[in-house]
């Protein structure tokens, strides 16, 4: 089973990703903070992590930067409700894989998800 973190400073918006996904059957941990985020991410090693952008202390662009400093193995799926092409275009060039823009299509996301994590096993 894949390990999902979901990370976004509003529960609002973490949530119901994180309830999709694991009736999805991926295993799922949430964080509302980059600074949390960055502690999972060493501690408890998921696959992939859906991160916002747009959080107050260390944003995703922050923990997407610092992760990539210590881990390339990670899935990052950026989901934001930022629609900006020079910010998508920073985060794929930072190392993200993926970037989604708020409100999720949940369809689109779990695609995204499988795509992501059948490249990693290769």
Known sequence: MSKILVVDDEVWACDPI???MEKKGYEVITSYSGE????????????IMLLDIRMPGMDGMEVLRRIRQFDDK??????????????????????????????????YLET???VDITMRKK
Do not use: Q
Not at 36 to 47: G, M, S, T
């Open 36 to 47: 949390d985020a960055l502690e999972k991410v060493k501690n408890l090693k998921p696959d």
């Open 18 to 20: 994180a309830r999709f």
């Open 74 to 107: 990670i899935g990052i799926i950026m989901v934001t409700a930022v629609k900006d092409e020079g910010v998508a275009k920073d985060a794929l060039k930072k190392g993200a894989d993926e970037y989604i823009t708020k409100p999720v299509d949940l369809n």
């Open 112 to 114: 995204s998800v499988l």
